[in-house]
């Protein structure tokens, strides 16, 4: 039977709308696994602006730098700076500190600054697609948790097997340090800044705010599209489930104006976290990432009470 023409203009707008909903859940699962990343020059330039004083205490620092080969297969790019002379030759504190989601180990340096400042040695990496490390994609935490083992791992074996080591995350390396402490008894303990709960729940949430789109059909089609492309599924990707894990100190901080992660993610993970833990979230428009830069002495105050009532009278017991 033919079709009239209205019958054939329905059929095309239903196609059109089918293709044109595919395509958008492909280029949101894209914009996840392969977002534009800043290189290590505009990173720099970001730095020196949010904080010149910082940047250049990181241009004084004496610094080395390394490779890590990861097991899936890239090297990542490394830098260690010891603790001040004034904690010793002999200083077996360390931290691992992984940077946030397009950024590189630039992101780390106001981290490196307090931790150092409190005794400890400091790893910094670019992650896995970011700054001068290798790997094809973005994952989010999925294969960066494995690639902050590794890092952990080279460190042991680099430094020495008596080392007390703690990780610190920013953002999506908050994520990763949170997702990597659940199979790593090594690590002694954890500081997370302004990490996601929840990949899925924080696409969704992306989805709603960015694009005013339901989660249907877009957050699964996106998902599918993300493990077509990572073999990792989004919902594979659950910081409130390794939480649950934990059995040592871990400080949980976000911004309460962060519009990127909310706030209540973090609120998600503290209230799931069986281990001692502290929760800080920064006042004064704290948005993504922003918390210290807004709160300088707070933050740092909270961070050396963590450190010294939580983190190293549990150094002192083992």
């Given at each position: 039977?033919?079709?009239?023409?209205?019958?054939?203009?329905?059929?095309?707008?239903?196609?059109?709308?089918?293709?044109?909903?595919?395509?958008?859940?492909?280029?949101?699962?894209?914009?996840?696994?392969?977002?534009?990343?800043?290189?290590?020059?505009?990173?720099?330039?970001?730095?020196?602006?949010?904080?010149?004083?910082?940047?250049?205490?990181?241009?004084?620092?004496?610094?080395?730098?390394?490779?890590?080969?990861?097991?899936?297969?890239?090297?990542?790019?490394?830098?260690?700076?010891?603790?001040?002379?004034?904690?010793?030759?002999?200083?077996?504190?360390?931290?691992?500190?992984?940077?946030?989601?397009?950024?590189?180990?630039?992101?780390?340096?106001k981290y490196a600054f307090m931790m150092r400042n409190l005794g400890f040695n400091v790893v910094m990496y670019d992650e896995r697609y970011h700054g001068e490390s290798g790997g094809e994609n973005c994952t989010l935490g999925y294969y960066e948790k494995y690639d902050l083992e590794d890092i952990i791992t080279d460190t042991y074996h680099r430094f020495g097997s008596d080392l007390f080591l703690g990780t610190y995350g920013e953002s999506m390396g908050a994520a990763t340090v949170i997702l990597e402490q659940a199979f790593d008894q090594r690590v002694q303990f954890v500081i997370a800044d302004c990490p996601f709960a929840n990949l899925p729940l924080l696409v969704q949430f992306i989805i709603k705010k960015r694009f005013h789109l339901p989660k249907y059909p877009f957050l699964p089609l996106a998902s599918l599209f993300f493990y077509l492309a990572t073999k990792a599924k989004m919902n594979q990707i659950m910081p409130i489930d390794a939480i649950q894990k934990i059995t040592k100190p871990i400080l949980l901080i976000h911004g309460l104006d962060d519009g990127f992660i909310p706030y209540y993610h973090s609120q998600m993970l503290y209230d799931q976290c069986p281990s001692p833990k502290r929760l800080f979230l920064a006042p004064n428009n704290s948005r993504h990432a922003e918390s210290y830069r807004k709160n300088r002495d707070e933050y740092t105050k909270i961070l050396t009470n963590f450190i010294n009532d939580l983190v190293l009278i549990n150094q002192k017991r083992s």
């Open positions: 039977m033919d079709m009239e023409w209205y019958e054939i203009l329905i059929l095309l707008i239903a196609i059109a709308l089918i293709i044109g909903t595919i395509l958008f859940s492909y280029l949101i699962a894209r914009g996840i696994f392969h977002p534009t990343r800043l290189s290590l020059l505009e990173t720099r330039i970001k730095e020196e602006e949010r904080t010149p004083d910082l940047l250049n205490e990181y241009d004084s620092w004496k610094m080395s730098s390394y490779w890590v080969s990861s097991r899936n297969g890239y090297d990542l790019k490394t830098y260690y700076l010891p603790a001040k002379s004034e904690f010793g030759e002999n200083n077996r504190n360390f931290v691992v500190i992984a940077h946030g989601y397009t950024y590189t180990h630039h992101g780390s340096i």
